[in-house]
């Protein structure tokens, strides 16, 4: 049972243009939202985060929305640079069965085609 | 630089073998954590220690058994590994305490390889 999907396992996108990555959720009970960037040979690094209580979080060119009606969360990413191909990890926290949990995604593989 | 240091990079052990991976937080953090990656799949979690203390066991296998000496250094040993257990570990840590998975800063990781 997958807590958190990334239905596209690969992206490729224009230099210049906009990355939107997607992530769906099934446990109402993540209050808490965060995305992770990982490049060939290195460990994840935070990226951006959401709380629950909020739409949209922007950090200069990343801006992250939450829709939790749909459950579903979405990276954007603008402009895209070559510098941001890598794989981007979604994962969703909470309070589960008395447990603080985080669960992540697959993670979806961005291209930045120049 | 993240202040996880993870070692060594890369392993190949048979599966008779016994062998230690290292990891060290230079943060101040108060608990770390082991996860795996492979191929395809998401992060899995496999333990968490807070303040020294292993605060979750994710049905791990005994063949892999962690160890916390103190809140910056965590080792996995590993002992008779099978082909499948071959797969990225991942060290990371966070300043919450007791697992509460504040931001992860992760290591770069042990690539290892069962043959």
């Known amino acids: 049972d997958q807590q958190v999907k990334q239905n596209s396992p690969s992206l490729s996108v224009q230099e210049g243009r906009i990355s939107i990555l997607n992530c769906d959720y099934t446990?109402?009970?993540?209050?808490?939202f965060l995305w992770y960037k990982k490049y060939p040979a290195e460990g994840p690094t935070f990226l951006i985060s959401?709380?629950?209580?909020?739409d949209k979080n922007e950090d200069g060119r990343f801006t992250v929305f939450l829709n939790k009606s749909a459950k579903h969360l979405s990276l954007h990413i603008v402009p895209s640079q070559p510098g941001d191909s890598a794989v981007y990890f979604c994962?969703?926290?909470?309070?589960?069965?008395?447990?603080?949990?985080?669960?992540f995604g697959q993670g979806t593989r961005l291209t930045i085609n120049p | 630089e993240t202040g996880v240091t993870q070692t060594p990079r890369h392993l190949v052990m048979g599966m008779t073998n016994k062998k230690s991976l290292k990891c060290e937080q230079h943060l101040g953090h108060n608990a770390m954590y082991w996860y795996k990656q492979s191929a395809k799949k998401p992060l899995e979690l496999m333990f968490v220690?807070?303040?020294?203390?292993?605060?979750e066991n994710n049905s791990v296998p005994s063949r892999f058994s962690p160890e916390c000496p103190n809140s910056s250094h965590l080792f996995l040993h590993l002992h008779t590994l099978q082909p499948e257990d071959s797969a990225l570990y991942l060290c990371?840590?966070?300043?919450?305490?007791?697992?509460?998975?504040?931001?992860?800063?992760f290591g770069s990781g042990t690539q290892l390889s069962v043959l």
């Open positions: 446990n109402s009970m993540f209050d808490y």
């Open positions: 220690y807070s303040l020294e203390e292993r605060v």
């Open positions: 990371a840590s966070s300043q919450g305490p007791r697992g509460s998975y504040e931001k992860l800063f």
């Open positions: 959401i709380s629950s209580i909020k």
């Open positions: 994962a969703a926290t909470g309070r589960i069965q008395g447990a603080q949990k985080l669960v």
